[in-house]
């Protein structure tokens, strides 16, 4: 079924958390190392706005349904960083703009030059590099779900469960029109598939992986994923990428976790 992308820019909204009792985070309040991974998913929602950054020096921008849902996608974003910041502020930890700034200058010139590099390498693949974008946000936003779940499943705090599901539901619908995108763009395209192929088994990494520092990858990813139930739900997403045209047999989020020592039991 194609993805209705004008019923999405006219239902988008933010996600809600005001009706739920964050109260409860004081009298039950969440262990270390899951404030760490929410600190994580805070901060790369928060990033989001780089990677629409990215997006308009290439040709992605020149298409209007993919710029209409990147810009309600950015805002969805955002608002699922700020419940998360409010989350994290219910247990004293704030999580400010100027410290997001810094790690963005920590990057230097990596992050200035990232759009350079996307801008001049997406001109010379052309239209077919909508395909990679398509099908790298796609991957994206299915570790993202399967990140959100399976927080929800081990920590078991009803309202932190409550919000991470209203959350994984937004991103779903991410998923539904970067996996409907980049199933008919590499349909079309052989070169499209080869790259695709090529960028996703080179230079793809957990999302945030790039902006982080790797000990956080680490244990976040770790977190999340280690165990035979992360594994299990790692394979899912490999097997959704895998059916795409032309990337069958790519096992990309296994061989990532795998690089950052991520456990299989």
Request: glycine share 6%; aromatic share 10%; with cysteine.
């Amino acid at each position: 079924m194609a993805f209705d992308i004008d019923n999405y820019t006219k239902t988008s909204k933010n996600v809600a958390w005001e009706d739920l009792d964050f109260e409860t985070f004081r009298t039950n309040p969440l262990p270390e190392d899951t404030l760490r991974v929410i600190r994580y998913m805070a901060d790369v929602e928060y990033h989001t706005v780089c990677y629409m950054r990215d997006m308009l020096v290439t040709p992605s921008h020149r298409d209007k349904d993919v710029t209409g849902f990147m810009t309600m996608w950015n805002r969805e974003e955002f608002w699922h960083g700020e419940a998360l910041a409010d989350v994290l502020r219910m247990h004293n930890i704030e999580l400010e703009f100027d410290e997001l700034k810094s790690k963005r200058l920590k990057l230097g010139w990596k992050d200035r030059i990232d759009p350079v590099k996307q801008s001049v390498l997406s001109n010379l693949v052309g239209k077919d590099f909508i395909a990679v974008h398509m099908i790298w946000g796609a991957a994206n936003e299915w570790s993202a779900v399967a990140a959100y779940k399976r927080l929800a499943e081990i920590e078991g705090h009803p309202v932190l469960a409550e919000l991470l599901k209203r959350i994984a539901m937004q991103e779903a619908r991410h998923v539904a029109f970067y996996a409907t995108q980049a199933r008919e763009r590499l349909g079309k395209s052989v070169l499209a598939q080869k790259f695709a192929r090529f960028a996703l088994g080179k230079f793809w990494g957990p999302v945030g992986s790039t902006i982080m520092d790797q000990t956080e990858v680490k244990h976040v990813m770790g977190h999340i994923f280690g165990g035979i139930d992360g594994r299990k739900a790692i394979n899912a997403i490999d097997a959704h990428i895998a059916k795409m045209p032309g990337l069958k047999g790519l096992t990309i989020v296994a061989d990532s976790l795998d690089g950052h020592g991520i456990a299989a039991v």
